[in-house]
């Protein structure tokens, strides 16, 4: 049996949850289907010693501020997962959990969702499935040939794994910042591999900063002027207090790309070489938008053409959380709720509300 909402948000994490308030507030009717078996999405699988970029009180949603948490300026991912849990219940979101969307499709004047328990019927539908179930791993010379454990950010997990071992992190970004710093404090034999020098933002920059850069780069291109870079323009690592610390240290050398990993280890073109027990990758995401097959509508880069949040061949179809190209900082706590209004109140118009 088919059932029918007149809209459908895919996912449950942060965004699905910021345009599930607004939706609510507007008295749409909505589901949100969650292929997660508790709240707070992504957040549930992270490192232990991931930290949020910025203080609780910056880091939330529309209509509920984050509270502090007890003795941390920068709240840990357990908080980030109680804060979500909470603002479903208080809002009395409609989520339904372990449902797994497989594919949607164009009906007439409804959209199709097929999921595992069933099929949906939609006016409208609002994808918020994020990027953390498509970790990217680059096509690095010998990289199925080295023997040693293969992960990537996300199935790191502690220190505690490579206890004695001798690791090689790859990526200059955020998460590599961090896992190394991770790592080199507890003692671990590290090698840090980057792109190009590690470029570490002010350490007074935070995500409030990274908000606004983001906010005023899309407006800047909205409105048809230079662009401003947005924060590719300020660095690439923002100096959280242990990796800040671990830099400080001197504990965070970093080594430019190996030419090939062999079995055993990384070469480098000076003919160095490096062994190692393991290698974790950190080379971020994609989209997770392979439900939108059928419809044929990701372009070459793998994203879906947009206009604000709303796909450019589809109306009845917005895409919240993916990057700035669904809205200025919009896989952020923080940026996500103003592309999740705009996303609702254009929802609200085609319903004609």
Same mark, same amino acid.
């Given at each position: 049996?088919?059932?029918?909402?007149?809209?459908?948000?895919?996912?449950?994490?942060?965004?699905?949850?910021?345009?599930?308030?607004? /939706?609510?507030?507007?008295?749409?009717?909505?589901?949100?289907?969650?292929?997660?078996?508790?709240?707070?999405?992504?957040?549930?699988?992270?490192?232990?010693?991931?930290?949020?970029?910025?203080?609780?009180?910056?880091?939330?949603?529309?209509?509920?501020?984050?509270?502090?948490?007890?003795?941390?300026?920068?709240?840990?991912?357990?908080?980030?997962?109680?804060?979500?849990?909470?603002?479903?219940?208080?809002?009395?979101?409609?989520?339904?959990?372990?449902?797994?969307?497989?594919?949607?499709?164009?009906?007439?004047?409804?959209?199709?969702?097929?999921?595992?328990?069933?099929?949906?019927?939609?006016?409208?539908?609002?994808?918020?499935?994020?990027?953390?179930?498509?970790?990217?791993?680059?096509?690095?010379?010998?990289?199925?040939?080295?023997?040693?454990?293969?992960?990537?950010?996300?199935?790191?997990?502690?220190?505690?794994?490579?206890?004695?071992?001798?690791?090689?992190?790859?990526?200059?970004?955020?998460?590599?910042?961090?896992?190394?710093? #991770?790592?080199?404090?507890?003692?671990?034999?590290?090698?840090?591999?980057?792109?190009?020098?590690?470029?570490?933002?002010?350490? #007074?920059?935070?995500?409030?900063?990274?908000?606004?850069?983001?906010?005023?780069?899309?407006?800047?291109?909205?409105?048809?002027?230079?662009?401003?870079?947005?924060?590719?323009?300020?660095?690439?690592?923002?100096?959280?207090?242990?990796?800040?610390?671990?830099?400080?240290?001197?504990?965070?050398?970093?080594?430019?790309?190996?030419?090939? /990993?062999?079995?055993?280890?990384?070469?480098?073109?000076?003919?160095?070489?490096?062994?190692?027990?393991?290698?974790?990758?950190?080379?971020?995401?994609?989209?997770?938008?392979?439900?939108?097959?059928?419809?044929?509508?990701?372009?070459?880069?793998?994203?879906?053409?947009?206009?604000?949040?709303?796909?450019?061949?589809?109306?009845?179809?917005?895409?919240?959380?993916?990057?700035?190209?669904?809205?200025?900082?919009?896989?952020? /706590?923080?940026?996500?709720?103003?592309?999740?209004?705009?996303?609702?109140?254009?929802?609200?118009?085609?319903?004609?509300?």
């Amino acid at each position: 049996m088919t059932q029918r909402t007149d809209v459908l948000v895919i996912g449950g994490g942060q965004s699905g949850l910021a345009a599930g308030y607004h /939706l609510r507030r507007l008295g749409i009717e909505h589901v949100i289907l969650d292929a997660q078996a508790g709240a707070g999405g992504a957040w549930q699988h992270t490192w232990d010693s991931l930290r949020l970029f910025s203080p609780a009180a910056y880091s939330s949603l529309p209509g509920r501020f984050m509270p502090a948490q007890e003795g941390e300026v920068y709240p840990d991912a357990a908080h980030v997962v109680a804060y979500l849990a909470d603002y479903e219940k208080r809002y009395a979101l409609p989520v339904q959990r372990g449902v797994r969307v497989s594919a949607v499709h164009r009906d007439g004047d409804h959209l199709r969702v097929e999921t595992d328990s069933g099929d949906w019927r939609a006016r409208a539908v609002v994808s918020a499935t994020g990027t953390w179930t498509r970790p990217f791993l680059p096509a690095a010379p010998g990289r199925r040939e080295f023997q040693g454990r293969r992960l990537h950010t996300v199935q790191y997990g502690s220190p505690a794994e490579f206890a004695g071992q001798r690791v090689i992190v790859v990526g200059g970004g955020n998460s590599g910042a961090q896992i190394a710093a #991770d790592l080199a404090h507890a003692g671990t034999d590290l090698t840090w591999v980057t792109q190009r020098p590690p470029r570490y933002l002010p350490d #007074d920059i935070d995500g409030r900063a990274l908000f606004d850069a983001a906010t005023a780069r899309r407006k800047a291109l909205d409105a048809g002027s230079t662009d401003t870079g947005g924060v590719a323009s300020l660095g690439d690592i923002v100096a959280v207090p242990p990796v800040r610390a671990a830099r400080d240290a001197g504990l965070l050398p970093a080594k430019p790309m190996f030419t090939r /990993l062999t079995p055993s280890g990384a070469e480098w073109a000076d003919g160095t070489f490096t062994e190692a027990d393991a290698v974790i990758w950190c080379t971020g995401f994609r989209p997770a938008l392979a439900h939108f097959a059928s419809m044929r509508l990701r372009g070459t880069d793998g994203h879906i053409a947009t206009v604000g949040t709303r796909a450019a061949d589809e109306p009845r179809l917005h895409l919240l959380g993916y990057g700035d190209w669904t809205g200025p900082a919009s896989a952020t /706590l923080i940026g996500v709720g103003r592309p999740a209004r705009d996303a609702a109140r254009e929802i609200a118009d085609l319903l004609g509300r």
